[in-house]
């Protein structure tokens, strides 16, 4: 009996021996976040270009002027640890302050090249965006715009393509473009210049004929108006 006390009582600490080991590894912390907000790239894994870092922080200015959105792009070089894409994710987003903090609509796309399985990506949106991007539209646009450059390691091309084509959806969802510094979106769009322009020849059209008919008219002597009787 006191053997077999003793080992479950050897079995229990050796339990706890190894929790504590395991937790006290640094492979399975959490990376640290290190970003700059002057930079919308974050390139620890360095897989980007230059010229791709300028694109991203182009567009992400861009949109910032236009209308409070931005863009990051945060990659790892290290593997996630006891977190998740999704929580380390929030942790990045957070830290960066991406977007306006009235609007709250940052877009990140976190890139993971070295996690298992080929490596993984993911994207989070502020929650001012949170009907505007859904997890499907948003998991939609890395299936068409990431993934088929991803599996062949071409992370610059897949970061550019992403990046315009949420660039693209921003600018739709708040009715402005990257050459412009903003259009009011508080009611839609009837093409009122060309109205005014096609109000303003008609108004021409029908003055130039007025005009016509008037030199036209016969001048000569009028009847004479009022009259008496017999």
């Not at 590894?25 to 870092?53: F, G, M, R």
């Not at 991203?56 to 236009?66: E, G, R």
């Not at 993971?112 to 997890?135: K, V």
Request: net charge negative; glycine share 10%.
């Amino acid at each position: 009996m006191k053997l077999k006390t003793f080992a479950r009582r050897a079995a229990a600490a050796g339990a706890v021996l190894a929790a504590l080991t395991l937790a006290a590894l640094p492979a399975l912390a959490a990376p640290k976040v290190q970003v700059s907000t002057t930079n919308a790239v974050a390139d620890h894994a360095d897989i980007l270009s230059d010229e791709t870092e300028q694109y991203v922080n182009d567009v992400s200015i861009k949109l910032s002027d236009a209308c409070g959105a931005q863009i990051g792009v945060y990659t790892l070089d290290e593997l996630l640890g006891s977190t998740t894409m999704e929580g380390f994710a929030y942790d990045v987003f957070n830290a960066w302050g991406l977007g306006s903090d009235d609007l709250d609509n940052g877009v990140l796309l976190l890139l993971a090249p070295n996690e298992a399985d080929g490596g993984d990506y993911y994207i989070m949106r502020g929650d001012g965006l949170e009907s505007q991007l859904s997890f499907s539209t948003l998991g939609s646009l890395l299936d068409e715009y990431m993934e088929p450059y991803w599996v062949n390691g071409d992370y610059d091309t897949g970061t550019q393509k992403t990046v315009q084509a949420l660039a693209n959806r921003l600018c739709s969802i708040y009715g402005v473009t990257l050459n412009s510094s903003y259009t009011d979106t508080s009611a839609p769009d009837k093409g009122g210049p060309n109205v005014m322009r096609f109000v303003l020849l008609v108004v021409a059209v029908l003055l130039v004929i007025w005009l016509i008919t008037y030199l036209m008219r016969p001048r000569g002597p009028r009847p004479p108006h009022g009259g008496g009787g017999g």
